[in-house]
Nanobody, 120 residues
Framework: QVQLEESGGGLVQAGGSLRLSCAPS????????MGWFRQAPGKEREFVAA????????YYGDSVKGRFTISRDNAKNTMYLQMNDLEPEDTAVYYC?????????????WGQGTQVTVSS
C-alpha cells in the first residue's frame, strides 16, 4: 500500500499562485508515475499533470499547460504542483495520484484531496 499526503490548498485571487505538495509513504517503489488530478463541483475528475519519475519528462493537461509545473524534491521525498496565473476555472479539489503504470491511464493510489479556490 501507498499513502499519499497532500497539502497546500487554499483561497487565492485570480492571477495568483499556489503550490501543492504530495508526500508518498509505504511501498513507494509502486509510484513510478506520480501526478495530479482535479475535480470541480458537478464535473468529472480531470487529469492535470504527471511524470515518470524514473525517466521521461512531465506532461500536462491542455487546460494548465504553460501555467502549472510538476516537480519533485528527492531529498524531501515530496512532489509539488506549482500553479501560476490561476483562474476561477481552476477551482477544484486537487488529488495526488500514483501508479506503477502510466498516468492518467491507470491510477492505483489516490490522496485525500486538497481544496483550491480561485476568486475572481
Amino acid at each position: 500500500q501507498v499513502q499519499l499526503e497532500e497539502s497546500g490548498g487554499g483561497l487565492v485571487q485570480a492571477g495568483g499562485s499556489l503550490r501543492l505538495s504530495c508526500a508518498p509513504s509505504g511501498r513507494t517503489f509502486s509510484t513510478t508515475y506520480m501526478g495530479w488530478f482535479r475535480q470541480a463541483p458537478g464535473k468529472e475528475r480531470e487529469f492535470v499533470a504527471a511524470r515518470n519519475w524514473s525517466a521521461g519528462s512531465a506532461y500536462y493537461g491542455d487546460s494548465v499547460k504553460g501555467r502549472f509545473t510538476i516537480s519533485r524534491d528527492n531529498a524531501k521525498n515530496t512532489m509539488y504542483l506549482q500553479m501560476n496565473d490561476l483562474e476561477p476555472e481552476d477551482t477544484a479539489v486537487y488529488y495526488c495520484a500514483a501508479s506503477p503504470r502510466r498516468l492518467p491511464d491507470k491510477v492505483t493510489y489516490w490522496g485525500q484531496g486538497t481544496q483550491v479556490t480561485v476568486s475572481s
